[in-house]
């Protein structure tokens, strides 16, 4: 009979396997099916880079439109640099997850390579599906996490920022990240969606979250599927379907306003639309964009 291992014997086992690789050890690849420290090293990466070039390089690059009406608080941008690593490994927890039930062939996730024109229209389609599936997420989570308990518990941490910057993205409780980025793992359940179309797409939506709290106006250069579609079909002409930077930016300063993300049919629809957002937007855009967005 051999013997029985020592108590705790599998615990430290699974500590050990969980426990962080060395530096060295640390990979971006695979794209998916790499586990947690891939993910969080995807994330972490894409993340701070991203968040540095909006922050610091694009406003001493380019000629940007600052739309905050106050000064950012000394150590504010640090601050919310650090509040990020949280939700990062949450979601990086949940993109593990994703990869154990792919293996487990629970949800509509599937994979292998993508060749041609032909599967393009279904991926585009995907897209589109999931923007508006994450938008309508967002702000019914959003407004969750405006009430009262989970407001002074939870989401007051976000609200730390009332001039946000990019790195304010990310800036959340833990909790709030288990709650936001739930949606990643309820979609595999809704339509077939390819494993790395489901990465690339969770991975660049941080973009999204960071870009909505730049600070300066990004719109019409809003870089999603429907922003694309619209900048290629108006021009500069400003939609009012779409998001702007200015209309997240209003939130942090009447946080009982302007809950959504890509879209602002829920925040119309709802009642939750500032009075002044269509009025002041785009007003520094020249009078004949001015003229077209009334239309």
């Known amino acids: 009979m051999p013997p029985m291992p ?21 990979s971006l690849r695979p794209l998916y099916g790499g586990g947690f420290w891939v993910a969080f090293a995807q994330l972490a990466v894409f993340y701070y880079s991203v968040g540095a070039l909006l922050h610091w390089a694009l406003p001493r690059l380019l000629r940007v ?25 949450v979601k990086a927890g949940v993109w593990t997850a994703v990869e154990a039930m792919h293996r487990r062939g ?6 292998g390579p993508i060749k041609g024109l032909g599967q393009l229209p ?17 702000y019914w989570t959003h407004r969750m996490l405006h009430w009262g308990p989970l407001y002074r518990h939870v989401h007051y941490i976000h609200h730390k920022s009332k001039a946000p910057s990019a ?7 833990v909790i709030e990240a288990v709650i936001v980025f ?67 930016d209003l939130h942090h300063r009447f946080p009982t306003r302007h809950f959504s993300l890509y879209f602002t049919h829920w925040d119309r629809v709802c009642g939750t ?16 964009g001015q003229g077209k967005k009334q239309e």
Not at 10 to 25: K, S, V, Y
Not at 106 to 111: K, N, R, S, V
Request: overall charge neutral; proline content about 8%.
């Open 6 to 26: 020592p108590i705790g014997a599998g615990l430290l086992t699974r500590l050990a396997e969980l426990a962080p690789p060395p530096l060295a050890h640390l």
């Open 65 to 89: 439109q600052a739309i905050q009406t106050q000064p950012r608080k000394k150590g504010e941008v640090l601050r919310d640099a650090f509040y990020s690593i949280g939700p990062l490994a």
């Open 106 to 111: 629970l949800g509509l996730t599937y994979e």
């Open 122 to 138: 279904y991926l585009l389609l995907c897209v589109a599906l999931l923007d508006y599936l994450h938008d309508g997420w967002f």
């Open 167 to 173: 790195f304010t993205g990310y800036s959340f409780h």
């Open 182 to 248: 739930a949606n990643e793992v309820l979609v595999c359940f809704l339509f077939p969606i390819h494993m790395g179309l489901h990465r690339v797409y969770h991975l660049y939506t941080t973009l999204i979250h960071e870009g909505g709290h730049v600070g300066y106006e990004l719109a019409p250069f809003i870089p999603t599927l429907a922003g694309t579609v619209m900048l290629a079909a108006r021009g500069v002409s400003p939609c009012a379907a779409l998001n702007t930077v200015q209309h997240h």
């Open 273 to 288: 639309l500032h009075p002044s957002y269509y009025r002041d937007l785009f007003h520094y855009f020249p009078p004949k």
